[in-house]
C-alpha cells in the first residue's frame, strides 16, 4: 500500500495539546453537560459554536455557487422504506436511533405477532402439515417487516436526499442530480468510545 505524505510535519516548541483539553481550557467545549446529554456528547460554545456554523455556512454556499448543487433542508426523521432504501436497514439496524411513537409500538405488537406466526408456521413444517414459513426478516437482533409508522432519525443526509426520487423514474435530462443539505447526523456506531479518551 503506497503512503502519500501531504506537506512537512510542524515541529513545536511545546508538547501539542489534544482539541478536547484545549476546547475546554478555552471555555469553547463544556464536558460537565454530560449529566444532561448521552456519553459522547459535547455542548460547543462561544466562538467554537460559531466556527461550526460558519463552517456550514461556508460549504453550502461553496457547494450551491460555485458547483451548481440545489440546497435541501430534509426532514430530520425518515420511515422504513427510506432507511431500508438506503442500506441503513437492516444491516446497521444497531447503529440508528429509532423514534417510538404510539403507531409504531402498536406496529410493534404485530411484528412480534408475525414472529409467533413464523414459529407456529415452522412448527407446521416440521410435522408435514405443508405450509410455507412467512416470519419477519432477522439481522443482528434486529427484526424487520416493513412499518410505515416507524420512524428514525437520519445517520446523515445522505438518507432523506436519495430518497428524493425513490420509486421515481428520471427524465436524462435532469441528471446529474446535484444536491447538498446541512443536518445533524444521528448515529451511534459501535466499537466508538464511550467517554473522551485521556491525553
Not at 501539542?16 to 446529554?37: C, I, Q, S, T, V
Not at 426532514?75 to 417510538?100: H, I, N
Not at 428514525?152 to 428524493?164: D, M, R, S
Not at 426520487?165 to 451511534?188: G, H, N, Q, W, Y
Amino acid at each position: 500500500m503506497q503512503r502519500h505524505v501531504f506537506g512537512a510535519v510542524r515541529n513545536y516548541a511545546f508538547t501539542p495539546k489534544p482539541h478536547f483539553d484545549l476546547g475546554e481550557a478555552m471555555g469553547f467545549m463544556d464536558f460537565e453537560a454530560r449529566r444532561n446529554y448521552p456519553a459522547r456528547a459535547c455542548r460547543a460554545e462561544k466562538g467554537l459554536a460559531r466556527l461550526e456554523r460558519a463552517i456550514g455556512q461556508f460549504m453550502l454556499d461553496l457547494h450551491t455557487n460555485e458547483h451548481g448543487y440545489a440546497e435541501i433542508n430534509p426532514p430530520l426523521l425518515v420511515r422504513d422504506e427510506a432507511m431500508y432504501g438506503t442500506a441503513q436497514l437492516p444491516k446497521f439496524s444497531e447503529d440508528q436511533f429509532r423514534v417510538d411513537t404510539e403507531a409504531s409500538q402498536r406496529n410493534d405488537a404485530y411484528d412480534d405477532f408475525d414472529k409467533a406466526k413464523g414459529a407456529i408456521l415452522d412448527f407446521a413444517e416440521k410435522h408435514g402439515f405443508g405450509a410455507a414459513r412467512i416470519a419477519p426478516h432477522h439481522v443482528g437482533g434486529f427484526s424487520y417487516s416493513p412499518n410505515p409508522d416507524r420512524r428514525w432519525l437520519i445517520p446523515t443526509a445522505e438518507v432523506p436526499l436519495t430518497n428524493l426520487v425513490r420509486e421515481s423514474i428520471l427524465d436524462e435530462k435532469e441528471l446529474p442530480m446535484r444536491l447538498t443539505a446541512l443536518t445533524p447526523c444521528f448515529r451511534a456506531e459501535a466499537g466508538r468510545p464511550g467517554a473522551i479518551p485521556a491525553a
